[in-house]
């Protein structure tokens, strides 16, 4: 039997506030684009974000183990890919909003 990752934040209340505060504003200044797809998040930051994104991931990773980090950085931008690992057991977009948190940007186009 799998042993079940709890589908829950660690952060206390305001801890998670400030966190989604932080995310919006490096949303509002860097982001680009995204693209949600079957409990996959893309979201394409300028380069210049760089060390910010990778900052977001490791904050995350210690408090949300439901979801799985990855980055792939290029001369173009750096793209943060967030797949939810419980996707077939609940709704998944609510685990993506504070993600998507700050200005709405354009959706990227699908690969």
Do not use: K
């Not at 966190?19 to 995204?34: V, Y």
């Not at 977001?56 to 210690?62: G, I, K, N, T």
């Not at 967030?82 to 609940?90: G, K, N, Y």
């Amino acid at each position: 039997m799998s042993e079940r990752l709890p589908i829950a934040c660690s952060l206390s209340t305001d801890a998670l506030a400030d966190r989604i505060g932080w995310i919006a504003s490096l949303n509002r200044g860097s982001l680009r684009g995204h693209r949600l797809q079957r409990g996959t998040l893309r979201l394409l930051y300028d380069v210049a974000a760089a060390e910010d994104v990778r900052m977001l991931v490791e904050r995350e990773q210690e408090c949300c183990g439901f979801l799985r980090f990855a980055i792939e950085e290029s001369n173009d931008g750096i793209e943060l890919c967030i797949e939810a690992l419980v996707q077939d057991e609940i709704e998944v977009d609510p685990l993506f909003a504070p993600f998507l948190s700050g200005v709405p940007t354009p959706s990227m186009p699908a690969r």
